[in-house]
């Protein structure tokens, strides 16, 4: 029997959406408002989802406080009030979509959580807008 936990959380940054191999009227057709060269921001809304087998001594599939302080320090320490292609390592050649940042945020957690245990990242850009990364190439 496997069960799924989660956790919320939430971390707001800025970013823009841009190819730097289009012409800046190619970026605005397709980033639109996203492509503002002086960058916009989004409060955005995360929830990290560890799935396995109940530990049958402790009851936990994840000790949530453990994953808690992992969020924490590999998300919402490094990317809470940063501007995302600036400040944070990655977006420097990686374009920030959504997608992308999901895709980071499992990177940085993936090695962090038993090996045994399925990770799967949501990630709400707004409230209507979200992606879901589960490691699957």
């Excluded at 396995?52 to 936990?60: A, Q, V």
């Excluded at 399925?118 to 879901?132: G, Q, W």
Aim: aromatic letters at 8%; proline letters at 4%.
């Amino acid at each position: 029997m496997k069960v799924t936990v989660s956790r919320k959380a939430h971390f707001n940054a800025a970013h823009q959406l841009h190819n730097k191999e289009w012409t800046d009227a190619r970026n605005a057709a397709v980033f639109g408002k996203c492509a503002n060269p002086n960058y916009h921001g989004h409060n955005y809304e995360l929830i990290v989802s560890v799935k396995g087998k109940i530990d049958p001594e402790t009851g936990f599939v994840m000790d949530m406080k453990v994953l808690k302080d992992l969020i924490r320090s590999e998300v919402e320490d490094q990317f809470d009030h940063k501007n995302l292609n600036i400040e944070v390592a990655e977006f420097k050649t990686l374009n920030p979509t959504a997608e992308n940042i999901s895709v980071v945020i499992w990177d940085k957690l993936r090695p962090k959580i038993d090996k045994d245990l399925e990770l799967s990242i949501t990630l709400y850009e707004t409230p209507r807008n979200f992606v879901t990364y589960d490691g699957d190439l």
